[in-house]
């Protein structure tokens, strides 16, 4: 990609015309997809998944998306119902607290179990679910939870969840890698210069 094409992403990013999920510059906006989960991408519920760090390097709301939107294609492919994965996929981690804040407090439920009721609550009050969304929102952490899913999607959904939490803590590391690599050439090249002044 060039430096222009990806200078133009960037403007139509800012502008908030272009959305994209981890591992992929396609503009999601223009697929079918979209039309899916477009008026619950506008909610404040959803919207404010966007201030909160999600598997370190990532927010809530972006993992939720690639969730969604790899759900999608998946179950899609399978010939399932993608526009309940979708719409689940994106509420599947809806709560609002922070991860590490509530393990710290030594809850008497762990927050792997603790979190997809949280969000299958919050998910009620946005929209008027189906039984298969409701269980993939709510077993979508199995098998670390018990209950086994009754629905071929929440399969789906149990193995996207655990595929986007790797490829969003893999994928920005070439370039955190590219990015020390280039401090350390720019403080030897300072050093040296400073050497060969004295
Ligand atoms: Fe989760
Ligand atoms: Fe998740």
């Not at 200078?7 to 039309?35: C, P």
């Not at 759900?71 to 526009?83: E, P």
């Not at 009754?150 to 994928?171: G, N, S």
Request: one cysteine or more; hydrophobic letters at 35%; glycine letters at 2%.
């Amino acid at each position: 990609m060039t430096k222009e094409r990806r200078a133009e992403i960037a403007r139509l990013i800012e502008q908030g015309e272009w959305l994209h999920v981890t591992g992929s510059r396609k503009n999601i906006m223009q697929t079918e997809f979209y039309d899916v989960v477009e008026e619950l991408l506008h909610r404040d519920e959803v919207r404010e998944l966007a201030d909160f760090t999600h598997h370190r390097m990532t927010t809530r709301y972006q993992h939720c998306l690639n969730v969604s939107y790899y759900n999608y294609k998946l179950c899609r492919l399978f010939r399932l119902d993608a526009d309940s994965a979708a719409r689940a996929g994106l509420l599947h981690d809806l709560y609002h607290y922070d991860t590490a804040r509530y393990s710290k407090t030594a809850p008497a439920i762990k927050h792997s179990h603790y979190h997809p009721q949280v969000a299958l609550e919050a998910a009620e009050k946005l929209l008027e679910m189906n039984d298969c969304e409701r269980d993939m929102i709510g077993n979508h952490m199995w098998p670390v939870t018990v209950p086994r899913p009754k629905y071929a999607e929440t399969y789906i959904i149990t193995f996207v969840d655990k595929y986007c939490a790797v490829i969003e803590y893999l994928l920005p590391q070439p370039a955190r890698f590219g990015r020390y690599v280039r401090n350390r050439i720019y403080a030897c090249r300072h050093r040296n210069t400073k050497t060969a002044r004295s």
